[in-house]
């Protein structure tokens, strides 16, 4: 184990998965998560430490961890002090934020904020919600929900439920009347471990490994030989902000051109490219993607 060690917070439980399927994707090797709470990873600066979203950001603040992946939730739910080194779009399901709804039955005759007046509101995130109703001069009883939040709509007035595609609310039967938050996945560092020159580097390398597998992960590289008669009509089809790579082949009637381009965008541009004279087209996955 090397002198230098960055202690890193993982999150347990819904994020998990999606965050060690990032970590592999930027090129690290982890294992031993099935069965303890303290994972191995390829790189001895680093001590990985599985623990709840809920609680990451109080443990980074107090020092207990030097860096930890959350959600913007629970940071501001926890009211921690802490340094975000950035914003990583990813989740569970989906790479779109997630959202704290308030909901209520649809069968309810409550249609409107206002119209929870003295009434209860179940939640696992009772600091937010309370500043939600305190803004709104709305006075309710924000009770601590322990989960399975959904099934207290009916026992409650309404509830504050975490969503990411609305497809557990739609199950359950359940209207939303407002958006409390919404999250995404940050990255946080405690204070003192940012001003830490190689905790500082550390945490940094990190942040771009990863930064760059999301990147690539709805890219893909293009690859296709040309001839030079047909390279202007080929560069029109391609994306006007992107430069590809051209070069020269043995045959010097033609070239290799090289590109990265989205992934929802190939689908089009190679029917184009073949009509337009483009030969030997292939597409192929990338691992990082590094601007």
Not at 9 to 37: C, H, M, W
Request: hydrophobic share 40%; aromatic share 6%.
């Amino acid at each position: 184990m090397c002198d230098n060690v960055l202690k890193l917070g993982v999150p347990k439980g819904s994020l998990q998965t999606a965050t060690f399927d990032l970590f592999e994707r930027a090129g690290f090797n982890i294992s031993g998560y099935e069965r303890s709470y303290f994972p191995r990873i390829d790189d001895d600066e680093i001590s990985l430490i599985l623990l709840r979203a809920q609680e990451m950001s109080r443990y980074v603040e107090d020092g207990v961890l030097d860096a930890g992946f959350t959600g913007h939730d629970w940071v501001m739910e926890n009211g921690s002090d802490v340094h975000e080194v950035c914003e990583l779009l990813y989740s569970k399901a989906t790479s779109k934020p997630a959202r704290w709804v308030l909901a209520v039955p649809n069968e309810s005759d409550i249609n409107k904020p206002e119209d929870l007046e003295g009434g209860i509101i179940a939640t696992e995130l009772v600091n937010a919600t309370e500043k939600y109703f305190a803004k709104k001069k709305i006075n309710v009883k924000v009770e601590f929900s322990w989960g399975a939040t959904e099934v207290k709509a009916r026992l409650v007035s309404g509830i504050v439920e975490l969503t990411e595609t609305g497809s557990s609310l739609r199950a359950n039967n359940l209207k939303v009347l407002d958006t409390i938050l919404t999250s995404t996945t940050r990255f946080i560092a405690n204070k003192s471990a940012w001003k830490d020159k190689f905790k500082r580097e550390k945490i940094e390398n990190i942040s771009i490994l990863l930064n760059a597998a999301i990147d690539a992960k709805t890219k893909v590289g293009m690859k296709m030989n040309v001839m030079k008669a047909d390279l202007d009509k080929i560069l029109s089809i391609l994306p006007a902000e992107k430069s590809p790579t051209v070069s020269n082949l043995v045959d010097k009637d033609y070239v290799a051109l090289e590109i990265i381009v989205d992934d929802k965008d190939d689908r089009r541009m190679i029917p184009e490219l073949k009509r337009a004279g483009a030969t030997g087209i292939i597409t192929y996955p990338l691992n990082k993607v590094i601007h």
